[in-house]
């Protein structure tokens, strides 16, 4: 899979802007490579709330029956980062002896990861498997299994409203004209999506 690089004049971000099939394609790309690994799992934990879409696909490629799901804040506000990272909505039911499939959408940072394979470990699993759909090369945490690699910010399908709220916050700061402004919102989003969202 090749996604392509958006990138603008003046900005050194670049954006790729993945589909629900290029999901898709990629949670079962990693759950093949797991499968020829001979992984087998008694439950997924997902990471609250990007893990959730695509863990779907993975109950159904890799025929898991039981899904916990984790929630943890790093930021009370904004440039608020907390001393240690908050759980605010722990795992329903115990995981003690069980072989664990962690997931998320992207390694960023790596630190989502690093702090729930803590958790997990005190919470007495048997194993723990680790895998993103996307793995950033900075993060400080590589994945046991991830679907593609890449140092782009990458706008998900679930996120447009928000995507789109935050870069005209940002380019309104820096003045840009809000035709150019619309011109890029369109070329990462979509006529139709930016059209709906601003109606």
Request: aromatic share 14%; proline share 5%.
């Amino acid at each position: 899979m090749n996604l392509p690089n958006i990138s603008f004049p003046g900005e050194k971000i670049k954006f790729i802007t993945p589909t629900w099939d290029d999901m898709n394609d990629l949670a079962f790309q990693i759950s093949q490579k797991m499968i020829q690994a001979g992984k087998k799992f008694d439950r997924i934990v997902t990471l609250a709330k990007g893990g959730w879409p695509m863990t779907r696909s993975l109950v159904d490629f890799l025929e898991v029956g039981q899904v916990a799901s984790l929630g943890i804040k790093f930021y009370s506000g904004v440039n608020q980062r907390f001393v240690k990272p908050k759980i605010y909505q722990d795992f329903p039911v115990s995981l003690k002896g069980e072989q664990v499939l962690l997931f998320d959408d992207v390694a960023d940072t790596g630190e989502s990861f690093k702090f729930t394979k803590s958790h997990l470990l005190k919470n007495n699993v048997r194993s723990i498997t680790t895998a993103s759909l996307f793995y950033k090369p900075h993060s400080i945490f590589k994945p046991d299994f991830y679907g593609y690699k890449t140092d782009a910010w990458i706008i998900f399908p679930y996120e447009k409203v928000e995507t789109m709220k935050f870069l005209i916050n940002k380019w309104q700061s820096r003045h840009l004209p809000q035709s150019l402004i619309n011109s890029r919102l369109c070329k990462l989003l979509g006529k139709k999506i930016v059209a709906g969202i601003a109606s």
